[in-house]
């Protein structure tokens, strides 16, 4: 697996099991290509809380209520190379971070641990551990709630998934992902992704390096200084990726942000 030299937009798909391992595949590649924290970093602000800050008062106003907001973790992992010693390995993990055992199956060929539960307040953490096509092992740990449940409870929650995963020798980058309807919707998804654009460029000083259009889905890839995690593309920083893509069946503009890119369907 060679670093890319641009970022090209995640495309939309269902993460059925192929794209369950796609999704690891992406994941994978951002980590080789350079998937860090910027280096002047607040000791206080680290593990992907400053972002998760900065994304949250960024899209105030933009989203409808019920948005959702993904917490990501992701780190290589060496485990030996039998699908038992996989297992093993992540089911310590799932003890760490207080989710029942797991299972184990083979998705496009490919080895992948995974387990899941729902949690107090309404939203899932999940783990998954898989082996790539060379033989290194990535882990994920996912954490999905509603973004109106608020910088503190969604800071504590990173906070208890960050520590579990350092506990267990883990030292992983997050990546977050505030998805959900336009609260204001325009004509169709170019409008709507030229708002989108004006508005982060005001709070987050976004610098715009690329944009994608393909019919009903527009995204943007971007540079800020205001936030900590990037992914070097050529000569540049990517900090910030962002979607819309309008709904075939409800019309509705569905938008999408993320840190340092997008890396769920829009």
Do not use: C
């Amino acid at each position: 697996m060679t670093k890319p030299q641009t970022m090209q937009p995640t495309t939309k798909r269902k993460l059925t099991a192929k794209g369950l391992f796609w999704g690891f595949a992406l994941i994978a590649a951002l980590l080789l290509a350079g998937w860090s924290a910027a280096g002047q970093r607040n000791p206080a602000d680290d593990g992907g809380r400053n972002d998760l800050a900065a994304l949250l008062a960024a899209a105030d106003g933009l989203l409808a209520q019920d948005a959702s907001v993904t917490l990501r973790y992701a780190a290589p992992i060496a485990v030996p190379g039998s699908d038992d010693a996989l297992a093993a390995a992540g089911g310590q993990l799932a003890g760490s971070l207080g989710l029942p055992a797991g299972t184990l199956s083979r998705e496009t060929g490919h080895p992948v641990y995974a387990a899941t539960a729902p949690l107090a307040s309404g939203g899932r953490l999940s783990l998954q551990l898989a082996r790539l096509d060379d033989g290194s092992s990535f882990i994920i740990a996912r954490l999905e709630e509603r973004a109106e449940a608020g910088l503190t409870a969604l800071t504590a929650h990173l906070q208890t998934v960050r520590d579990a995963l350092a506990a267990a020798g883990v030292h992983a980058d997050a990546n977050i992902v505030l998805q959900g309807d336009a609260s204001d919707p325009r004509a169709d998804a170019q409008a709507q992704a030229q708002q989108l654009q004006a508005h982060l460029s005001g709070r987050l000083g976004t610098l715009e390096l690329e944009r994608y259009a393909d019919g009903d889905t527009v995204s943007t890839t971007m540079s800020s200084s205001r936030l900590q995690a990037y992914v070097q593309s050529g000569r540049h920083r990517v900090n910030l990726q962002a979607a819309v893509h309008t709904d075939s069946e409800t019309g509705r503009n569905r938008i999408t942000i993320g840190t340092p890119v997008i890396t769920t369907s829009y």
